[in-house]
């Protein structure tokens, strides 16, 4: 981007001086809007809204800790480990209705998701006991698997569709934490 689409804008705050604000032409309209609204004191606005930013970011920072999980077979498990938040959990059937899943929802340093999905038992399990006594069932049959993905978008036919759309309305939750009432 080259200086010729910037327009400079500069503001005072007493305390600290002249600070300069490059405002891209594509984003002048919104500043205009801004400064219409605040009046005199665009400053004020600003610092609000450095505050609200600082604010949600630093939430979204506390709580990270190194998370050791384990993958694959129940016999054959193996640790990964990675620094994340744990923001949420998820039981229930897999789409095609086999399987009853649990699910450990993670934000990660970098900012992925990462979904520890455990096929626990199949779905017959619960609902017969029966079953139980049938040789494929005394097998050991829970599996675990990390997904882990950018974007929900990026991580969204690996999951069961229920779950998916608990991860979309944590993902809602995890990204505004506070919400700013200006009332």
Known sequence: ??????????YNIRI?????IYVSEK?????????DIAGEALSSVIARALREYVTRNEEKG????????KVGQHDSAREQ???GQEIGKW????????WWMSAKIYKTQKGNWAILLTHVSKATLL????????????????KTELIVGESLKAIEKKLPQKLFSTLEDLSKKYENPVEYLDI
């Open 62 to 69: 506390k709580g990270m800790k190194e998370i050791t999980v």
């Open 127 to 142: 609902i017969s006991p029966t079953d139980w006594k049938a040789k494929e069932y005394l097998d050991h049959t829970s």
């Open 81 to 83: 480990r990675f620094v």
């Open 1 to 10: 981007m080259g200086l010729d689409n910037i327009r400079i804008y500069t």
């Open 27 to 35: 984003d002048e309209v919104l500043f205009n809007r801004a400064k």
């Open 91 to 98: 039981s229930g059937f897999s789409d095609d209705k086999v």
């Open 16 to 20: 600290m001086g002249n600070k300069t």
